[in-house]
């Protein structure tokens, strides 16, 4: 039971901003929203997480919901590097705590 | 510094043999976690370390799969005997400490082929 829902796929042009948006209506206060991807033959990689605030690193930017029942990784520009496989999963009492429990996450393909 | 690590990368095995996979992890991480992932799909959970005490293996999908970590850095996942439906990319990952608002650093991964 992934507890996000996300879409399954979305595709991008090349140097162009993507917003992925995640569902999470069943969300407890104490959870954190993380973010990965998973490039082709690689295992997942961190991308971004948070849990009121928006946050932004080199990589992304999250934009959580006031009532943070949804939230959006937004990529500035991205590049053919950036298709991959993204998941959003929540971190804390909803998933058991320390573990992850990943969906099928949205697949990007970035266009040139 | 040195990810986690995972070897072997790919590994054949026929069916009802023993396999043995194994996680390094990264230097001082306390918290250890192995997933599986199907074709097509997430990785799923399957046990979960904190040093050398293994604190949840309920994802374990059968009692042929046996995970130890006894020195409370290498990981070993175990599958004896191994079936054609345990194909699949073993992930391991591992965190400083396990909680909530920290990132997991994940392997390459093991692709089993079982035959």
């Known amino acids: 039971d992934a507890k996000t829902t996300q879409p399954n796929s979305m595709e991008s042009n090349e140097e162009e901003p993507v917003h992925l948006p995640c569902n999470h209506s069943t969300i407890s206060g104490t959870d954190y929203i993380h973010w990965y991807r998973q490039l082709p033959s690689q295992g997942p990689e961190y991308v971004i997480h948070g849990l009121t605030s928006n946050v932004n690193n080199r990589m992304a930017s999250l934009a959580i919901a006031e009532d943070r029942k949804s939230s959006t990784l937004i990529l500035h520009r991205a590049t053919l590097r950036d298709a991959a496989v993204y998941y959003c999963i929540l971190r804390g009492p909803t998933s058991g705590t320390y573990k992850y429990i990943f969906g099928t996450g949205t697949r990007l393909k970035v266009l040139a | 510094g040195a990810g986690v690590s995972q070897s072997p990368r790919y590994k054949v095995a026929k069916r009802g043999q023993d396999v043995a996979l194994r996680c390094d992890p990264i230097s001082g991480h306390v918290s250890l976690f192995w997933y599986q992932q199907a074709l097509g799909q997430g990785p799923e959970f399957l046990t979960y370390f904190q040093n050398e005490a293994q604190l949840d293996k309920s994802g374990l999908p059968s009692d042929r799969f046996f995970a130890e970590r006894p020195e409370g850095s290498v990981s070993t996942l175990k599958i004896q005997p191994s079936e054609p439906r345990d194909s699949a990319v073993y992930f391991c990952?591992?965190?400083?400490?396990?909680?909530?608002?920290?990132?997991?650093?994940f392997g390459p991964g093991t692709r089993l082929t079982v035959t």
């Open positions: 990952a591992s965190s400083l400490e396990g909680a909530r608002a920290e990132e997991q650093y």
